[in-house]
């Protein structure tokens, strides 16, 4: 069955076709978060959902280059830093290892990428969009000396939200006073600097400021995937304005369309109210995990619900996570013993080899819902085959197979003996990320610390793979 994806932009059901078959891997951007507080459990809901998309991708076949941007300036990074009184990166730096400490404990799987918007390669890109934008005339520099995006030279701008122009409100994010602006939907394409913003800044051609936050990803997004894109995703408040504004900027500059596919999920809510920093109402992973849950029933409970549909955060959901990976756990032991203990009495095997319906549930706008129920089923029916005798370890060794390969997506298996500790492999992320940004001391540090904890980081061709250090156990 081929592939379907609901995509926003033309509110339907689409079959997924690569933009170019033959251009392996997929190009995919997801954004990601905003480093000035700990990340909170909605936020993980949309990596999740991104992470499941990236993982059913690969299980069909398809290569997947994904990069995930890191917003490490803004108007609440810098006010943040302000606050606390220490430099930018500094202040930024503590939340995103904690991103990374987060995404590990929930088994997200890496992108590819993790650009930051204050590296200064991306900071040119941003400049030399916007200067190609200017020279198109679909952007002006304002009295205030911020430069915005001219929104009514975009015919299409609106497209995405399926908004109509005339509608448009102030979105909260533009700084400066409106009626600098010809309009009011136009955004800042670069911020002018002012007091508030104390030393950070770069020079532009339009002076001395920052970027708005939608230019970052629109210069990280081109720079480092191309001008298109196959899939882009990111939670429903992502839409507006900061989607359709990526798309104003990318085809504006390079005429072509940016992005095939836009995929959004619902949102993570607490009493119906979305989980928002701003509403007060939100856990982060270590609050869950104080409260005596592991990651891996937090992942479960993130993902179990369908993309679509908005999920109530509540304890007792955490509790049926819970019960359901121990049934998961249960029926993988049963399996295992009795592919270990080969029984001659077996009256006969009905349990034939699993059918594909789990992965054509994924298939269908990844229907985890469908797929879990999928699971469920074979559970119980596997069970009561076992009860009564009915399954011969050769059956039993195909619904094994069978797991490992939809563990593939779902990763929700229960840690083993011997399996890297979650807190190494943290420091070796960690690390990555250091080496990265070419931070070559704080890298030797964290392998100082991986090394102290009994593990070694080898880099190989394929990346940094670990093993256990010479004399430990
Ligand atoms: P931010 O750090 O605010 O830029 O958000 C990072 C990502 O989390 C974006 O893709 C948002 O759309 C998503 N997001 C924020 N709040 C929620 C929520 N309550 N449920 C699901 N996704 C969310
Ligand atoms: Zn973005």
Redesign the pocket.
Known sequence: MALRFFNTYSREIEEFEPRDPRARPIRMYT?G??VYSR?HI??F??YIFEDLLQRHLELRGYKVNRVMNI?DVEDKTIRGAREANVPLQKFTEQFKDAFFEDANTLRIKRADEYPAATDQRYIDRMIELIGALISKGLAYQADDKSVYFRINKFPDYGKLAHFDLTQLQSTGRVKHDEYDKEHIGDFALWKAWDEADGNVKWNSPWGAGRPGWHIECSAMSTALLGDQIDIHC??V??IFPHHEAEIAQSEGVTGKKFVHYWLH?A??LVDGQ???KSLGNFYTVPDVLAKGYTGRELRYALLRVHYRVPLNFTWEGMNEARESLARIDEWLARLRELTGRPRRDVRSAQQAAPASQFEDALDDDLNISAALGFLFESIRETNRAMDQNEMDAISAGAWLEWWKRINTVLDLEAETEGAIPDEVTQLAQQRENARHEKNWKRSDELRERISALGWEVRDTKDGPKLARGAGSM
């Open positions: 954004c978060p905003t990340a909605g936020n809901r949309a917003t990111g939670g408040d992502n999920c949102h993570l979305k989980m928002a």
